[in-house]
T-cell receptor, first 109, second 115 residues
Framework: AQRVTQPEKLLSVFKGAPVELKCNYS??????LFWYVQYSRQRLQLLLR??SRESIKGFTADLNKGETSFHLKKPFAQEEDSAMYYC???????????FGQGTELSVKP | GAVVSQHPSWVICKSGTSVKIECRSL??????MFWYRQFPKQSLMLMAT?????????EQGVEKDKFLINHASLTLSTLTVTSAHPEDSSFYIC???????????FGPGTRLTVL
């Protein structure tokens, strides 16, 4: 079954601390994975995708096929990073996204 | 950047009535639009995919006669919830994708409350 799992509903860290938001997937083919972010009272927006191998706002995510994971990391969290983060899998490369449950990141001063 | 709007942002209706939600791509042509549903504190669930000029493709378990989708132009898709019931109350979100990109741009969502 195709599935995206984000085990943590809420992750609370202090400013300057490292943060890792976990994402595991189940997919039989070659996965295309994304991280989306939703800031308070704003719409969902793309943060990064695994094929780009880029760093956005200090966040990076590496696809680990052996562990079927795509964890989102940032070495030093900032208060403005507080938001809801969703990991998503592109099903069949047709644009149909399967979203994880989301993790709320709270960065405290 | 690409902007997607939804109208209305919220709507309250009586049980048994129909409600239409619009999704517009403001500055690009959306060959594909997606409709999602999000329950409180839950994830987004894909309901259907619509391609301009063709019939929508519905996900398993989504009633196509209840959730009518029309993608009549490259900038507009509509979702009509027919004979709405309280269990249809939810947050409905659309996304749009152009022909030259696989990036989806999301609308702000529409909160539907059926009394």
């Amino acid at each position: 079954a195709q599935r995206v799992t984000q085990p943590e509903k809420l992750l609370s860290v202090f400013k300057g601390a490292p943060v890792e938001l976990k994402c595991n997937y189940s997919y039989s083919g070659s996965p295309e994975l994304f991280w989306y972010v939703q800031y308070s009272r704003q719409r969902l927006q793309l943060l990064l995708r695994h094929i780009s191998r880029e760093s956005i706002k200090g966040f990076t995510a590496d696809l680990n096929k052996g562990e079927t994971s795509f964890h989102l990391k940032k070495p030093f969290a900032q208060e403005e990073d507080s938001a809801m983060y969703y990991c998503a899998l592109n099903r069949n490369q047709g644009g149909k996204l399967i979203f994880g449950q989301g993790t709320e990141l709270s960065v405290k001063p | 950047g690409a902007v997607v709007s939804q109208h209305p942002s919220w709507v309250i209706c009586k049980s048994g009535t129909s409600v239409k939600i619009e999704c517009r791509s403001l500055d690009f042509q959306a060959t594909t639009m997606f409709w999602y549903r999000q329950f409180p504190k839950q994830s987004l669930m894909l309901m259907a995919t619509s391609n301009e000029g063709s019939k929508a493709t519905y996900e398993q378990g989504v009633e196509k006669d209840k959730f009518l989708i029309n993608h009549a132009s490259l900038t507009l898709s509509t979702l009509t919830v027919t004979s709405a019931h309280p269990e249809d109350s939810s947050f409905y979100i659309c996304s749009a994708r152009g022909s030259n990109t696989d990036t989806q741009y999301f609308g702000p969502g529409t909160r539907l409350t059926v009394l």
